[in-house]
Nanobody, 118 residues
Framework: QVQLVESGGGLVQPGGSLRLSCAAS????????MGWYRQAPGKQRELVAT?????NYADSVKGRFTISRDNAKNTVYLQMNSLKPEDTAVYYC??????????????WGQGTQVTVSS
């Protein structure tokens, strides 16, 4: 089995920074795409950033958020700077993983709360 475990969420003032981490563990042969999504109360889950052959960002976070990966640790990070109240959401890690049986599946983490408020 595969697990994604997120960490790094919390409460921060507007203009502040947070760094989220997501570590994948288990039966992992390779990881193609890793990314972050978020879901605010009453809204649909939306893409924040992905990292595969290239990196992609939602327009709302471009220039403020940076996604990076440590492939040796099967870990993806999201550095969030200049945070705004509208960034408040539960942030979910996502990964497209191939296991040793050569089967690929998409996995989700449990989510970590990010609250931007004064």
């Amino acid at each position: 089995q595969v697990q994604l475990v997120e960490s790094g969420g919390g409460l921060v003032q507007p203009g502040g920074s947070l760094r989220l981490s997501c570590a994948a563990s288990g039966s992992i042969l390779s990881i193609y795409v890793m990314g972050w999504y978020r879901q605010a109360p009453g809204k649909q889950r939306e893409l924040v950033a992905t990292s595969g052959g290239s990196t992609n960002y939602a327009d709302s976070v471009k220039g403020r958020f940076t996604i990076s990966r440590d492939n040796a640790k099967n870990t993806v990070y999201l550095q969030m700077n200049s945070l705004k109240p509208e960034d408040t959401a539960v942030y979910y890690c996502n990964a497209d993983i191939r296991n040793y049986a050569l089967r690929s599946s998409v996995y989700w983490g449990q989510g970590t709360q990010v609250t931007v408020s004064s």
